[in-house]
């Protein structure tokens, strides 16, 4: 079913993909202005399922790569993204008919709507992860093989990066069988943005029927629906954790206040572990998270009880704001929430890339719910 | 020995303190004037005349009342230093229309800037500056804001714009971003540009605070610490917002705990908060300045509804939300009013002399009790969120409704202090305050290691802080925290710290 985004939107779209984020996307405040300059006067974007595109034609997707701290001294860039988007179009044999989000966790679920209101054209309603995952080859495309073929470009605020570029940085790099799919693309990409200001853009065109069957469907829905319920939870005085749960078929699992936050940054990354300790109901119960700048595994007194790729997500007791990585401190007032993955994440094949063992820990999938 | 006095400028009432060795010697308070400078003059006549304070720090809300209202600010041009990065977000993007619409700022994009390893994004240009320059002095707007992209770690370019500008229209005043805000390009050039706009008010008000006191004069900040009178007119953003840290820092000092939960208790709400090393926690959310969003941090501070003029429900005990605020002395019971408040049961159950307790010697010890009930779990809901592992944190119990709930807590089994002159906490908190410094730098981890980019970004921090006026022995740490640039093949550190120290008296 379509329907339209609007300047309105934008905050309630912004409060649920961060929800969607797991402790992870970036901050989407400044993607959250330029959109609303974007969507000034009256300026609409349709949102469409995968199903309504027509089938010869292409959609394509903008993604940042980069670190989110560079992000807060250069805000996502229009130029730059038209770049992207002129170079990809160029390469393709059929007509571009929608935009969508690479991810809708975070600040990426803005970019295409970025696009598709200066293009005039829709966005799908879906996205290649259903979350947040911080690397490129973590994406159902990746992961279903179908990133091959097909055009892509990177860009710059000060435009388009040289193709050569990507295939130098392609090449260098030895691969061992047991690497997952697109993990040297992910390894070129991110040693062209370390030189290039840390915060490139990433941009890539799928056939329609590419994505009918790779799309983690519904995200952009799933994201407004939250952030609708969070917004108006609050305006009734109502509780946006139980708006959260519902809004996104989710389960809480412990409300407490955090006491402490290890971290270490080690190959790029944000890892670390959150405890919490448990407070009126869940009194004498503790919580262990650990992070790799997402929430990954979550431990209740010392038993593991949801992994990724399910979306483990911390929000503010009293406003349900979500709580990144980065923003974690001794006593912040969190609940614990768990949503359930797409089923596209949760088959064999996909664990390998975006499973425990993806991310380094000797642990099986411990799902929200044993499937049927 | 050297004595200071506080003054704290409220929208009710001027606060004076006169303290010596961290001891209040003598207070006042008097009714605030329109002007302020009136009651400045008053509260400090009212101190004894015998001891001259060798400083006067002042807690004002003018500036903040300034921009809230929209009055008295001037235009100002915003100059963006890092083309073509950042552009798809102009300056004063987000900011309340009425807010552009009453200062008719103007905005430039112009050359220059780093990236977060310090490359050059582009080269700055003279002629594009003296452009700038000429264009301003043509239209009369005297106040810039420069803001160039990583300009924390990399203030050059910020500098060398400065430079040409003034040896271009010496008329000019320019406030550089990295002097004023944090990482986060936005809310940094929104500060400085509300500095700039503030700037002209800034002196006029600085003049008539030291036409009001005639020895040193020193004016709150927002972090806890003061700055210089003369530094405060070209940087009066600090100023703002200054209240709550004041008084948090008063209610430490007063109590003689640096670790602490301080619950303010008013008429309509307590405040909560907590000390850490003698300084609020801050929040974790950035601080809206009229409408505007900065980086700046206000202490986290939780409100709750319970206060001296809270109504009491008879029949389950509950207190609060809503409350009789500053009508208590017509409606609460004890002053032949109609309505049951929190004052009425304390002065019930023998807690408070206040009014006249035989009207309501008829409430029941059952209502008391129920009420007492109520206000207990919800304190301890409230403590609750402030313990740390294994450890209770002592109260600091201050404000005019302190007696309403000092027993309730003792019977929640916490340690409670109730210090004296806790009315006048804020003008203390001010009149007690140290000067500081702050560094927010960001380091390439191939170049620097952490150890070292912690120790680099702490000693720019003593560094800020003795330019600030701090004597050098006396400086510490109380912030030091990295953060890294994730997601990066090469790692790239965010150093944050902030130091303070006690005041270096020019004659000492």
Same mark, same amino acid.
């Given at each position: 079913m379509s329907f339209e985004i609007r300047s309105s939107d934008i905050t309630a779209l912004a409060l649920g993909s961060s929800v969607l984020g797991c402790g992870g996307g970036g901050n989407s405040y400044y993607g959250q202005l330029v959109a609303h300059r974007v969507l000034a006067a009256d300026v609409v974007v349709p949102v469409i399922d995968v199903d309504e595109m027509a089938p010869e034609s292409f959609a394509i997707t903008a993604a940042a790569v980069g670190a989110p701290l560079v992000c807060l001294e250069k805000p996502p860039s229009l130029p730059a993204l038209q770049a992207g988007l002129e170079s990809v179009r160029s390469a393709l044999c059929g007509p571009v008919s929608a935009f969508f989000a690479?991810?809708?966790?975070?600040?990426?679920?803005?970019f295409p709507v970025l696009l598709a209101a200066e293009v005039g054209l829709p966005v799908l309603d879906?996205?290649?992860?259903g979350r947040a995952f911080p690397e490129l080859q973590m994406t159902t495309f990746s992961i279903y093989g179908t990133t091959h073929g097909l055009p892509h470009a990177l860009s710059g605020d000060r435009g388009l990066i040289s193709p050569d570029m990507v295939q130098r940085n392609h090449s260098g790099e030895p691969e061992s069988p047991d690497d997952p799919p697109g993990i040297r693309f992910e390894r070129a990409v991110r040693k062209i943005c370390t030189a290039h200001g840390g915060l490139i853009y990433f941009t890539s065109a799928f056939d329609q029927k590419s994505l009918n069957h790779t799309l983690v469907r519904g995200s952009i829905s799933l994201a407004l629906c939250i952030g609708r319920a969070i917004e108006s939870a609050r305006q009734g005085n109502m509780d946006p954790i139980g708006a959260i749960v519902e809004a996104g078929d989710g389960k809480r699992f412990i409300g407490g206040k955090i006491v402490d936050v290890e971290r270490q940054f080690r190959a790029g990354h944000d890892w670390g572990t959150v405890r919490i300790h448990g407070v009126e109901e869940d009194r004498g119960r503790v919580a262990e998270i650990a992070f790799k700048n997402e929430y990954l595994v979550l431990g209740l007194n010392g038993e593991v009880v949801l992994t990724v790729p399910d979306l483990i997500t911390l929000a503010e007791t009293e406003s349900g704001t979500p709580v990144s990585t980065d923003i974690l401190r001794p006593g912040l007032r969190v609940t614990v929430l768990g949503l359930p993955a797409s089923p596209l994440l949760t088959k064999a094949v996909a664990l390998k890339s975006v499973g425990p063992g993806a991310f380094g820990y000797n642990l099986g999938y411990v799902p929200l719910r044993k499937s049927e | 020995m050297k004595l200071v006095a506080g003054i704290d400028v409220g929208g009710t009432n001027t606060d004076a303190v006169l303290v010596r060795d961290g001891q209040i010697v003598a207070w006042a308070k008097v009714p605030t004037t329109p002007d302020v400078y009136g009651g400045i003059v008053a509260a400090l006549s009212r101190l004894p005349h015998t001891a001259v304070p060798r400083r006067v720090h002042i807690g004002t809300t003018a500036f903040t009342n300034a921009l809230v209202e929209r009055r008295d600010l001037a235009s100002a041009a915003a100059i963006r230093v890092g083309?073509? !990065?950042?552009?798809?977000?102009?300056?004063?993007?987000?900011?309340p229309a009425d807010l552009v619409e009453a200062v008719h700022n103007r905005s430039y994009f112009v050359s220059g800037g780093r990236e977060y390893d310090g490359q050059p994004i582009g080269a700055l240009d003279r002629e594009e500056i003296r452009d700038i320059a000429r264009g301003l002095a043509a239209s009369g707007i005297s106040q810039v804001a420069v803001t160039s992209v990583f300009g924390t770690s990399y203030p050059e370019d910020e500098v060398r714009v400065a430079e040409w500008l003034a040896s271009e229209n010496q008329n000019l005043q320019v406030s550089l971003s990295h002097r004023i805000g944090r990482f986060g390009i936005l809310e940094r050039e929104n500060s400085t540009l509300l500095n700039a706009m503030l700037r002209p008010l800034a002196v006029r008000t600085l003049s008539a605070y030291k036409a009001a006191v005639t020895t040193e004069l020193f004016i709150s900040q927002n972090d806890g610490t003061v700055m210089h009178g003369t530094q405060a007119a070209e940087a009066?953003?600090?100023? !703002?917002?200054s209240g709550p840290t004041n008084s948090m820092r008063g209610a430490a000092i007063l109590g003689s705990a640096r670790e602490a939960i301080v619950l303010d208790v008013g008429g309509t709400t307590t405040d909560a908060g907590v000390l850490h090393l003698g300084y609020p926690q801050p929040a974790g959310l950035e601080l809206t300045v009229a409408g505007v969003r900065t980086n700046f941090r206000m202490p986290d501070l939780v409100s709750v509804g319970i206060g001296g003029g809270s109504l009491v429900d008879r029949a389950n005990g509950s207190v609060g939300p809503h409350s009789v605020g500053f009508r208590l002395a017509e409606r609460a019971l004890i002053f032949g009013g109609d309505t049951l408040t929190l004052t009425d049961i304390a002065v019930a159950a023998g807690r408070m002399d206040l009014g006249e307790r035989a009207r309501v010697a008829h409430i029941e010890a059952g209502i008391i009790a129920r009420a007492d009930d109520h206000l207990r779990a919800r304190f301890s809901r409230l403590l609750e969120n402030y313990e740390r592992t294994g450890a209770q944190l002592p109260i600091i119990l201050v404000g005019g409704g302190a007696p309403l709930v000092e027993n309730l807590l003792r019977d929640l089994g916490r340690e409670v202090l109730r210090p004296s002159y806790a009315d006048v906490a804020n003008a203390y908190g001010a009149a007690i305050a140290q000067v500081g410094g702050e560094a927010d730098l960001t380091f390439s981890s191939r170049a620097v290691s952490r150890r070292e980019a912690l120790e680099r970004a702490e000693q720019e921090a003593h560094r800020r802080a003795v330019e600030a006026g701090a004597s050098r022995n006396s400086i510490i740490t109380v912030e030091l925290e990295d953060a890294a640039f994730s997601y990066l093949a090469g790692d790239a550190l965010r150093v944050r710290a902030r130091a303070v120290g006690d005041i270096e008296d020019a004659s000492q």
């Open positions: 690479a991810e809708i966790g975070g600040l990426q679920c803005i879906g996205d290649s992860m | 083309r073509p !990065v950042s552009e798809s977000l102009p300056p004063m993007t987000g900011w009066p953003i600090f100023a !703002v917002a």
